[in-house]
């Protein structure tokens, strides 16, 4: 029997983690990517044959942290001793049919935590997204505030729009919330709680650019979450992403499995 317990980590001890700037709203067009494309050294590589090697089996049993004194559990990485990883990607500006045949080629899950304002215009691509990895669009707000700097009121209608309405545009609601930034306070997760939104999910890994940047430690360890954004550059640094993945001997697990949405 296998334990996977999930580990709330306590605020105090992850350090900072640089966040990438949100994506500007730029559209691509171009060839289907070949990985390595970052860079002339790096080799290219079958994206198919880098998914079938990449992809996790379905967790066998699980056990979702529980609310903290009745709140959403903040959440920077899943306790598990599957050797796993996440892959979420944030914010929606940039809608690159570049990373859309990534995904598909490789089939990995990726997490959307998706910006309202911004997805609003791509709200096509994203859908497909969903569809073709059968993963559910996630709560990233309306407009990428600064959550701790507004009332339960001004957090709740970022929170409760943006989730209703990707329930009219993708077919299903929110239960995760990532806050812009990664700040946040008690008041944002009681405005989740009434948002209908059961985990605040961080992340301890980022993909700011060509390479992974780790909050602790210089490799990846089971559960980890990593961050990355709905942008320009993504399709050249999403499969270099996936090969140090598969070097380190891990596999890319969809987030809902592990976090699914609470009967
Ligand atoms: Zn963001």
């Given at each position: 029997m296998i334990s996977r317990n999930f580990r709330i980590v306590a605020l105090a001890t992850v350090g900072t983690i640089l966040v990438a700037a949100c994506g500007a709203s730029v559209a691509s067009n171009g060839d289907v990517p070949e990985a390595g494309s970052a860079s002339a050294s790096a080799k290219k590589v079958n994206l198919e044959d880098l998914g079938s090697e990449l992809r996790a089996a379905r967790p066998e049993s699980i056990n979702p942290p529980s609310s903290e004194g009745g709140l959403p559990p903040v959440l920077r990485s899943i306790k598990t001793d599957d050797k796993v990883v996440f892959i979420t990607i944030d914010d929606g500006g940039t809608a690159d049919p570049k990373v859309t045949e990534i995904i598909r080629k490789t089939g990995i899950p990726v997490t959307p935590f998706m910006t309202e304002n911004v997805t609003r215009s791509n709200k096509a691509y994203f859908k497909e997204i969903?569809?073709?990895?059968?993963?559910?669009?996630?709560?990233?707000?309306?407009?990428?505030?600064?959550?701790?700097?507004?009332?339960?009121?001004?957090?709740?209608?970022?929170?409760?729009?943006?989730?209703?309405?990707?329930?009219?545009?993708?077919?299903?609601?929110?239960?995760?919330?990532?806050?812009?930034?990664?700040?946040?306070?008690?008041?944002?997760?009681?405005?989740?709680?009434?948002?209908?939104?059961?985990?605040?999910?961080?992340?301890?890994?980022?993909?700011?650019?060509?390479?992974?940047?780790?909050?602790?430690?210089?490799?990846?360890?089971?559960?980890?979450?990593?961050?990355?954004?709905?942008?320009?550059?993504?399709?050249?640094?999403?499969?270099?992403?996936?090969?140090?993945?598969?070097?380190?001997?891990?596999?890319?697990?969809?987030?809902?499995?592990?976090?699914?949405?609470?009967?």
């Open positions: 969903s569809e073709m990895t059968g993963q559910i669009v996630q709560n990233h707000t309306v407009d990428h505030p600064q959550m701790p700097t507004l009332s339960l009121a001004g957090q709740e209608k970022q929170l409760c729009q943006a989730s209703k309405n990707y329930a009219e545009w993708f077919g299903a609601n929110p239960w995760m919330v990532r806050p812009p930034y990664g700040e946040f306070n008690d008041t944002t997760r009681e405005a989740s709680k009434a948002c209908g939104l059961s985990y605040v999910v961080l992340w301890n890994v980022s993909l700011p650019a060509a390479f992974l940047r780790y909050a602790q430690g210089d490799k990846l360890k089971p559960g980890d979450i990593i961050l990355t954004h709905w942008r320009p550059d993504l399709y050249k640094h999403l499969p270099r992403a996936l090969k140090d993945i598969k070097r380190q001997g891990f596999k890319v697990a969809a987030l809902q499995d592990y976090l699914p949405a609470p009967v």
